[in-house]
């Protein structure tokens, strides 16, 4: 194990405090935050994915925040690609690397043994099956995917299609289902000498946290930063998902009012938070920690300290 390089991991729902933790975290021990959240990859969307300003960061090095346009494809395979690359560089320079989010899969993708070795897209083969279902409809799509990938058509709705699609092209090119590539289960070794911490409050303070986020955001221009993008690009791929932005996108639109648009992204990021929560829970090497029993970040963040010395940094 001692031949393995350290990685702190952080985890935890939305809005539970996980940057301004690992930021104290990392004056403490030489540390470098490597971003494990699917959204802070965008450029120009700032404010509805709560993304650290750099007066927020403190000097700290944060990892994977604004490296892509919101019209391109980001995925789970690239972000494993970058994160371990950067392990492997931060550790070199004798510092402490903190994966820090909330995106589940990226988190995973990391500490276990995941293999994206078909991730590599075809534009040509994509587009031709993009026309492929405009021609033939969704459903058409997902039962071509059920016939040669049953296990990730039984995970996708057929409404999933841009998923049912690279799950297709993934195939057509490499003649292996996507889900096959997936996690190597029959290989349990730990890839790095690793501590996962998660944050948690109570239920109903979470929820509290993440309404009063959500109005902050409307606060310091929500709205119009989703204008802009809307103004700025044609098209957006994963982005467009994004909580916050779909829901504004919709007013803008005119399809709901800005009250309602408000309240759905409300509901949404709780649904999400809990969903997290879920996900977190079902992995026993998180140690959980309660914000509630600490009077403030920065005495959270030095019993994590506390509790890596000796093994992760020098006591």
């Not at 990892?63 to 970058?82: G, K, N, T």
């Not at 709705?157 to 998923?163: E, G, K, L, S, T």
Request: aromatic share 6%; net charge positive; proline share 3%.
């Amino acid at each position: 194990m001692q031949d393995l390089r350290p990685l702190v991991v952080i985890v935890g729902p939305t809005a539970a405090g996980k940057t301004d933790v690992a930021i104290e975290l990392a004056k403490l021990v030489r540390g470098e935050v490597i971003s494990a959240d699917s959204m802070l990859v965008y450029r120009g969307m700032d404010i509805g994915t709560a993304k650290p300003t750099l007066a927020e960061r403190q000097g700290i090095p944060h990892h994977l925040i604004d490296i892509v346009e919101p019209d391109q494809e980001f995925s789970v395979a690239m972000f494993q690609r970058a994160a371990e690359k950067l392990i492997i560089e931060i550790t070199d320079r004798g510092n402490l690397p903190l994966l820090v989010g909330g995106t589940g899969l990226y988190i995973r993708s990391v500490i276990d043994h995941y293999d994206f070795t078909p991730a590599d897209g075809n534009s040509e083969l994509r587009e031709q099956l993009k026309q492929q279902a405009a021609r033939l409809g969704n459903q058409a799509m997902h039962r071509q995917l059920a016939a040669v990938d049953p296990v990730t058509a039984q995970k996708l709705h057929p409404n999933d299609i841009r998923r049912v699609i690279r799950a297709l092209e993934v195939y057509y090119q490499t003649g292996k289902p996507i889900s096959e590539y997936r996690y190597v289960q029959k290989n349990n070794l730990p890839k790095y000498r690793c501590r996962m911490f998660g944050l948690t409050m109570d239920r109903q303070l979470l929820y509290q946290r993440i309404e009063q986020r959500v109005d902050l955001m409307l606060q310091q221009g929500l709205v119009e930063e989703v204008r802009q993008l809307m103004e700025r690009y044609d098209t957006w791929g994963t982005a467009l998902q994004g909580l916050g932005y779909k829901e504004i996108i919709a007013y803008l639109k005119g399809e709901c009012t800005l009250a309602d648009a408000v309240e759905l992204i409300k509901r949404n990021t709780r649904r999400f938070a809990k969903r997290q929560l879920t996900w977190f829970r079902a992995d026993k090497r998180i140690h959980w920690l309660c914000l509630e029993n600490y009077s403030d970040k920065s005495k959270l963040a030095r019993e994590i300290a506390k509790q890596i010395a000796g093994e992760l940094v020098n006591a």
